[in-house]
């Protein structure tokens, strides 16, 4: 079967199940976002026209990568979340967010929403962020019928996330929050493709973007998960045909015979592999030049992965601390202070310089202790 087509099984699914826990008739009974207040009309990423109020304070975020695109702009307007902090996560949430009710994820292969809970918190809009897909102007079309409340897509790439800031700006009344978050993100892709520039094609770094606990889940070239290698100027050690690429979290599973044919130049590994053991140069790894050099590294995770998990606006300060990591010569900053600033932009939170160097013990840090 092909991928699209299992998407709009996806959404028959889920416009089955919402029938179910709403009726059939259209919208649930007796709540109306729209009643009685102003409306105005947007025309959403998707193409649709979109009657929404006129002045937004409750929004319900449609999963993963919204509530954490939504985060740096209107945390103060969530009124429930996609997924819950973990323990380790909450104290980097900001405390209007850290107990609200779990919606769940509105759609696609993850799909889990709790509806009771959606309509117990009584949004204005839904949201819906990140890459646009064939199916977007029918997931937001279903789930708006079945909820009765507005729906809205905003396409969020690594590339669009300036206008994604700033449409969200003018949609939520925060202009200039979105502005300066735009603008934040214009000044790194610019600074990286000003660096990346200035790598001779000779001298381009090979990276291994490994993930799970074996560490061979890996983020191809190719992937979104991975496209940060390819921003920063370094080549993605794994190649793979396009049909084999996998944007999933999982990544493509390759075997110690295909790493050892890649032989990255370095190698970056999430929280949870095999990170101790490169460390320790032991076990199947030891023969690779990554981990004879000692450039091996872990990838800091609070409250997201810097990389990817999901790819959302954390591939920015992605971007920051793998280009530093990789080429420190010509990415030439405190790494400290860098995470500081977007973690006080993004998160609303402030670092501290003991917070940000545990965060970056295994790479960053690692890296000055042996040069």
């Not at 199940?17 to 025309?43: F, N, S």
């Not at 729906?151 to 690594?158: G, S």
């Amino acid at each position: 079967m092909k991928r699209t087509s299992g998407k709009r099984w996806i959404s028959l699914v889920l416009a089955l199940c919402l029938c179910l826990l709403v009726g059939c008739g259209g919208k649930q009974t007796g709540y109306d976002p729209l009643k009685g207040v102003e409306t105005r009309m947007i025309t959403d990423s998707a193409g649709r026209q979109v009657e929404i109020p006129a002045e937004i304070t409750r929004i319900a975020p449609s999963g993963s990568t919204a509530q954490m695109i939504l985060m740096p702009v209107a945390y103060d307007l969530l009124v429930g979340l996609s997924s819950s902090p973990s323990t380790a996560q909450m104290s980097y949430f900001p405390e209007e967010m850290r107990y609200l009710p779990t919606f769940g994820q509105f759609y696609g292969s993850k799909a889990n929403l709790n509806m009771e809970a959606l309509i117990a918190a009584d949004p204005q809009i839904i949201i819906d962020i990140g890459d646009k897909k064939e199916t977007h102007k029918h997931d937001m079309n279903t789930i708006q019928k079945q909820t009765g409340i507005p729906t809205v897509f905003v396409e969020a790439t690594l590339d669009t996330f300036p206008q994604a800031y700033r449409t969200l700006g003018k949609i939520l009344g925060k202009e200039e929050a979105g502005e300066i978050l735009a603008a934040y993100v214009e000044d790194t892709a610019c600074e990286a493709r000003a660096n990346a520039a200035l790598i001779p094609d000779s001298e381009k770094l090979s990276v291994y973007y490994g993930t799970g606990s074996a560490g061979l889940n890996a983020n191809a070239s190719g992937s979104i998960q991975s496209d940060v290698i390819d921003v920063i100027g370094a080549v993605n050690a794994i190649q793979v045909p396009e049909d084999e690429i996998t944007n999933s979290g999982g990544g493509t599973l390759v075997n110690m015979e295909e790493l050892y044919m890649a032989d990255p130049d370095v190698i970056v590994l999430t929280t949870g592999g095999p990170y101790n053991d490169l460390e320790k140069k032991s076990g199947g790894w030891s023969g690779l030049n990554a981990v004879k050099s000692g450039s091996c590294y872990e990838i800091p995770n609070l409250p997201y992965c810097w990389l990817s998990g999901p790819p959302s606006i954390n591939r920015v300060i992605g971007i920051w601390w793998l280009g530093n990591l990789v080429y420190p010569d010509i990415y030439d900053y405190d790494m400290i202070e860098k995470a500081k600033e977007f973690y006080s932009l993004f998160w609303n939170y402030e670092l501290t310089d003991e917070e940000a160097e545990e965060m970056l013990a295994n790479s960053t840090l690692k890296q000055r202790r042996e040069f």
